[in-house]
């Protein structure tokens, strides 16, 4: 109960300094936000991150499989081959970084 009237509370203060801050200061801070995504080194790293993230939850996905071996769930088995599929579809992802 307590991290509930935690979060509202902060839920109430972020809405009150929201409100007085008006909505230039929402267009600057979405201005300020569109340029940091836009800045090729940000797009670089964010780029070099997810390469990483796939080649390590590919070693990841091989380890664990070879240790679980037949003892997954035939479902779970089927939603994680259904994902690597799509997956290898290639183009952008969410963040418009490629899938190198």
Do not use: C
Not at 19 to 43: C, D, H, I, M, W
Not at 77 to 100: F, I, K, M, P, Y
């Amino acid at each position: 109960m307590r991290y509930r009237l935690t979060f509202i509370a902060g839920l109430a203060l972020g809405y009150v300094l929201g409100t007085r801050a008006g909505r230039e200061r929402y267009e600057q801070l979405k201005k300020s936000a569109r340029e940091f995504t836009q800045n090729p080194a940000v797009r670089n790293a964010a780029e070099s991150a997810a390469q990483t993230s796939r080649e390590v939850a590919g070693k990841a996905y091989h380890v664990v499989s070879d240790t679980i071996g037949d003892r997954m769930p035939e479902a779970v088995a089927d939603r994680v081959r259904s994902l690597r599929e799509r997956g290898q579809g290639g183009g952008e992802d969410d963040w418009g970084t490629t899938n190198t």
